[in-house]
């Protein structure tokens, strides 16, 4: 079988989690031996990630514990995007110039780009919302094709953010949500939110991601007025909301989701 057909036929997309190592293992472990020399290509989307380098180390740590060591059986070549799916482009083309024998993608944009690349390298997806939706994969249960990977979660634990927002602060009835409505995962994540939120007594209103100017208007606005609370995961409550273009610095963190007021009962 090949590298190819064991992406499609034996490892299958998890329902949730983001762990890197799993997939690229179980390939790396079915596909080739140790003693051969590979390349492995990396792409990500946020160049200014601060966690970017430790995460780095455990894709290394965790392939050299299983035999692949960086230099002597295993050349790994990193690509770090701006997040904007020019850059993404960009590097995913020089990536797949090497031939490399996997490529590991995390976000929706590095990975939309790997495929853009190439439909025959095998990928390796991490930290995508919606795979199904965005036509990386044919279904989560057989991918098929050359990409697999995890989704970040499933669309049902969104309603929990807004339960654990109620049980934070019970005074809450309204909740700003941060949004990409560009995306399949925006659109369905809000989707999931709005239903569970009147059983909570909870209006919930989308503040969409255009850029960092509007959400911190919106989020300002939002306020000025009492018995509000806002949804978000600091990185990816809702994929693509607070991109690291979003992220730079001063106001534009706090219009990525810290809410500059307390609830008031």
């Known amino acids: 079988m090949s590298v190819r057909e064991s992406v499609a036929a034996r490892t299958p997309v998890a329902g949730s989690g983001c762990h890197r190592l799993t997939a690229l293992r179980d390939l790396l472990i079915f596909s080739f031996q140790p003693d051969e020399m590979r390349r492995i290509g990396i792409l990500v989307a946020a160049a200014a990630d601060p966690d970017l380098r430790s995460r780095i180390a455990s894709v290394e740590e965790g392939l050299r514990q299983l035999g692949w060591t ?16 020019e850059s993404s482009r960009r590097y995913a083309n020089e990536l797949v110039a090497l ?7 995390s976000g929706t944009v590095s990975v939309e780009a790997l495929l853009q690349a ?3 390298v095998p ?4 930290n995508v919302a919606d795979p199904v939706g965005a036509g990386f994969v044919e279904s989560l249960a057989r991918p098929g094709g050359n990409a697999t990977g995890f989704m970040t979660f499933e669309y049902s634990v969104s309603a929990k953010w807004v339960e654990l927002l109620k049980q934070m602060a019970p005074g809450v009835t309204r909740a700003a949500i941060l949004r990409d409505p560009a995306t399949t995962a925006g659109v369905g994540q809000f989707a999931v939110i709005q239903s569970a939120a009147p059983s909570l007594g909870i209006d919930v209103s989308p503040v969409d991601v255009r850029d960092a100017t509007a959400i911190e208007r919106s989020v300002t606005a939002f306020a000025r007025t ?3 609370g806002m949804n978000r ?7 693509g909301a607070c991109s690291v273009d979003h992220r730079t610095g001063g106001p534009k963190q706090t219009a990525c989701g810290v809410l500059p007021s307390p609830v008031r009962d």
Do not use: W
Not at 233 to 239: H, L, S, T
């Open 70 to 85: 960086a230099g002597r059986n295993v050349q790994i070549d990193y690509r770090e995007a701006a997040g904007t799916a």
């Open 99 to 105: 031939a490399p024998d996997v490529l590991l993608g």
């Open 118 to 120: 190439t439909r025959s």
């Open 123 to 126: 990928i390796v997806f991490v």
């Open 226 to 228: 009492s018995n509000g």
């Open 233 to 239: 995961d600091n990185k990816r409550a809702v994929e």
